[in-house]
Each structure stands twice: as C-alpha cells, then as structure tokens.
C-alpha cells in the first residue's frame, strides 16, 4: 500500500498502514539528504568530468534542440548579473554638502534623461549612505571630546579608548 507523504511523493507502508516513522513520531523522510562527504564525493566528480559533462550538455543544447540543456548551459557558463553598471560620474563626496550636492545632480541626471529613476535611486542610496557616515564621525568625536571633560572635572584620567586615531574621510 502507498500513502502520499512529504512533496506529494509515495512512501511505503508498514504492515499496520501507516508510513514508517522516527523516533519522535514523525513521518520518515522520503527525500535523500546528502552528508558533507557525499557532498564533496559528489562535487569532486563533477570537477573531474566537468569537460564531458559541458560536452554533454553542448551537443544536447546544439544537436538535439534542448532548450533546458541550452539554459543550464548559459546559465552556469555566463551567469547574470543582478544590476546593470551605471555610467555616471560623481563627483568627490567629502562632506555632507558634497552629498547634498551630488543628490542634486542625480536629480539633474534623471530630469535630463541620462539616468533612470531607478538608476538614480540606487546611486542615491549610496550618497544617503556616506552622508549618514558622516553624523556618525560627528558624534564619536563628540563623545571623546566629553569623557575628556568628564575626566578634567572628576580628575582621573579619559579611560583608553578602542580608537587608535580619529577618523578621517578622504
């Protein structure tokens, strides 16, 4: 007798009717998990027959017209990227001026048609977030500058910061 179990995939049956099961009660996997050295068996045979298998998947691809052969092929041979490259140029982002002003020549770039909204969009997030480092080098020189106060009114010495030196944007 078969009963459908994990995947909608058959499992066999015990004698009582019900699918074999673990020590904590649940179903038997129907499913092949591969250990870490079945893994790796399996990865350094690939490595060692990867010239038969492209061969394989060519002449599939290219003589018998399988368009799965010919995806998994350009698939694994030229991967695709995630975004395309944005040409444009942007100028030295210094301070937080220089953020604002380059947030407006995106803005410029987008109104003129040299960049897409999208495209602006993802440079913007990049000058969002260099503008935002620079809070944050404000406040860690602030804190120093009031533990040294801190210890000038109580008298003991500024305890040793994990700083070695101050930050500095180039």
């Not at 060692?48 to 018998?64: P, R």
């Not at 809070?135 to 804190?143: F, H, M, Q, V």
């Amino acid at each position: 007798m078969y009963v459908t179990g994990r995947d909608n995939e058959p499992s066999q049956t015990d004698s009582t009717g019900l699918a074999p099961r673990n020590k904590g009660g649940r179903p038997k996997s129907t499913t092949i998990t591969l250990t870490r050295q079945a893994r790796e068996r399996f990865d350094r045979k690939v490595a060692e027959n990867i010239d038969a298998l492209f061969e394989a998947l060519f002449e599939a691809a290219t003589e018998d017209g399988d368009v799965n052969a010919a995806r998994l092929l350009i698939d694994r041979a030229i991967p695709s990227r995630r975004g395309a490259p944005v040409s444009f140029s942007l100028r030295p982002l210094r301070s937080p001026p220089d953020c604002a002003d380059a947030l407006d020549d995106l803005l410029v770039a987008v109104s003129e048609g040299k960049l897409t909204p999208d495209e602006a969009n993802l440079v913007s997030a990049i000058v969002a977030k260099r503008a935002e480092l620079f809070g944050t080098i404000e406040l860690a020189a602030e804190i120093e500058a009031l533990k040294a106060q801190l210890a000038a009114v109580i008298g003991r010495p500024p305890p040793p910061t994990p700083i070695r030196r101050p930050f500095a944007i180039t």
